[in-house]
C-alpha cells in the first residue's frame, strides 16, 4: 500500500478520501476544515485528525476516541463522514490555546465571505463565544492584512 501521507495525492480532499473513506471515522479539527473547503491545508500535510470508536494504528492519523458519535454534530460527503461546519470551528475554539490559529482564521474568512457576509448561521456554543469574539474581526479582515 502506498504511504499514507498527503504527498502522495492531487489535493487534501483526494488523501483524506483514501484513507478515511468508508470507514467509521470522523474527520475533525483542521481535516474537517479542508474536506469543507473551508481551508487549503499545510503545504506537505503529514497528518489526518480524527474522531474514533477506537485507536487505529495509520501512524498518520490522529485519533480521538469517543465512545459515541451521537454528540458529534456531522454530515456525510460521499463515503466521507465529517464534522458540520459548526462542530469543527466549536472544537478549535475549545482548544484555542493550543492549535495554530491559522487554519481557523482562514476557514471562518472564508465562511464569512460565502454566507453573505455573516456568521448568522454559524452555531458558537456559549462556552466558546468569548474565544469566537476574540477573533471574529482578524477572521473578517484576513486577507484584507495579507
Same mark, same amino acid.
Given at each position: 500500500m502506498a504511504e499514507l501521507?498527503?504527498?502522495?495525492?492531487q489535493t487534501a480532499i483526494d488523501w483524506h478520501r483514501a484513507v478515511v473513506g468508508g470507514q467509521d471515522l470522523i474527520l475533525r /479539527?483542521?481535516?474537517?476544515?479542508e474536506y469543507l473547503q473551508l481551508f487549503c491545508g499545510y503545504a506537505n500535510g503529514n497528518h489526518i485528525e480524527v474522531y474514533a470508536k477506537q485507536q487505529g494504528s495509520i501512524d498518520t492519523i490522529q485519533y480521538h476516541v469517543?465512545?459515541?458519535?451521537?454528540?458529534?454534530?456531522?454530515?456525510?460527503?460521499? #463515503?466521507?463522514?465529517?464534522?458540520s461546519i459548526s462542530q469543527?470551528? #466549536?472544537?478549535?475554539?475549545?482548544?484555542?490555546?493550543?492549535?495554530?490559529?491559522?487554519?481557523?482564521v482562514e476557514g471562518l474568512n472564508c465562511y464569512f465571505h460565502t454566507h453573505n457576509k455573516n456568521f448568522d448561521s454559524l452555531y458558537i456554543k456559549p462556552e466558546n463565544r468569548e /474565544?469566537?469574539?476574540?477573533?471574529r474581526d482578524w477572521a473578517i479582515e484576513y486577507y484584507d492584512e495579507v
Open positions: 501521507t498527503g504527498n502522495n495525492y /479539527r483542521v481535516s474537517a476544515l469517543v465512545d459515541t458519535f451521537d454528540n458529534i454534530d456531522h454530515v456525510r460527503i460521499g #463515503n466521507v463522514l465529517c464534522t469543527t470551528v #466549536n472544537d478549535l475554539l475549545s482548544d484555542i490555546d493550543n492549535i495554530d490559529e491559522q487554519p481557523l /474565544r469566537f469574539d476574540r477573533i
